[in-house]
T-cell receptor, first 113, second 112 residues
Framework: GQQLNQSPQSMFIQEGEDVSMNCTSS?????WLWYKQEPGEGPVLLIA?????ELTSNGRLTAQFGITRKDSFLNISASIPSDVGIYFC?????????????FGSGTQLTVLP | DGGITQSPKYLFRKEGQNVTLSCEQN?????MYWYRQDPGQGLRLIYY???????QKGDIAEGYSVSREKKESFPLTVTSAQKNPTAFYLC???????????FGDGTRLSIL
């Protein structure tokens, strides 16, 4: 099946710094999603990308769908303590089928005061 | 408020016992999903259902069973055949044609 490589696995940053994480795939995807999960809770959708080259922002978050359709990145600007959590990428080769949704292993973000 | 409710929050299973995890949604979504999450790993799809009375196996369905008798409910049974059931289980739902965007807060299952 598809493989998603998400990096880095963990990050420790100072409050106010910018953060960048990315996912690469061995296969082409036509949808990329970014989720955030806090301890003991379910993932919350942050950004959805449906078109190669698409750049989408959600507040301090910006994500891009790579031109090759095999990668995506997520940037967080001016990090704050509540940004702490695990960030997951997920990709799909079909816009309508959950059967094809593949998740990365997550990036654990810690924001130091 | 609309959302997905999973219960219980924590569940303990004895050897050889079947246990059922509840998932209820009031979002009027047609599709529902069960994922398993292990430490340091992404979510893996167990089962999904796109309509009442129909469901499909995901990537790791062995040792699990589901039913979809009502649109709002999609319970997951972890059977005694699942030899490594300790994990965090997440239920999700979505409208047709969209990716699962709404997750419950999960059930953590442990073995006694």
């Amino acid at each position: 099946g598809q493989q998603l490589n998400q990096s880095p696995q963990s990050m420790f940053i100072q409050e106010g710094e910018d953060v960048s994480m990315n996912c690469t795939s061995s296969s082409i995807f036509n949808t990329w999603l970014w989720y955030k999960q806090e301890p003991g809770e379910g993932p919350v959708l942050l950004i959805a990308l449906y078109k190669a080259g698409e750049l989408t922002s959600n507040g301090r978050l910006t994500a891009q769908f790579g031109i090759t359709r095999k990668d995506s990145f997520l940037n967080i600007s001016a990090s704050i303590p509540s940004d702490v959590g695990i960030y997951f990428c997920a990709g799909s080769i079909s816009s309508g089928s959950a059967r094809q949704l593949t998740f990365g292993s997550g990036t654990q973000l810690t924001v130091l005061p | 408020d609309g959302g997905i409710t999973q219960s219980p929050k924590y569940l303990f299973r004895k050897e050889g016992q079947n246990v059922t995890l509840s998932c209820e949604q009031n979002l009027n979504h047609d599709a529902m999903y069960w994922y398993r999450q292990d430490p340091g790993q992404g979510l893996r799809l167990i089962y999904y259902s796109q309509i009442v009375n129909d469901f499909q196996k995901g990537d790791i369905a062995e040792g699990y069973s589901v039913s979809r008798e009502k649109k709002e409910s999609f319970p997951l049974t972890v059977t005694s055949a699942q030899k490594n059931p300790t994990a965090f289980y997440l239920c999700a739902s979505s409208n047709p044609g969209l990716q699962p965007q709404h997750f419950g807060d999960g059930t953590r299952l442990s073995i006694l």
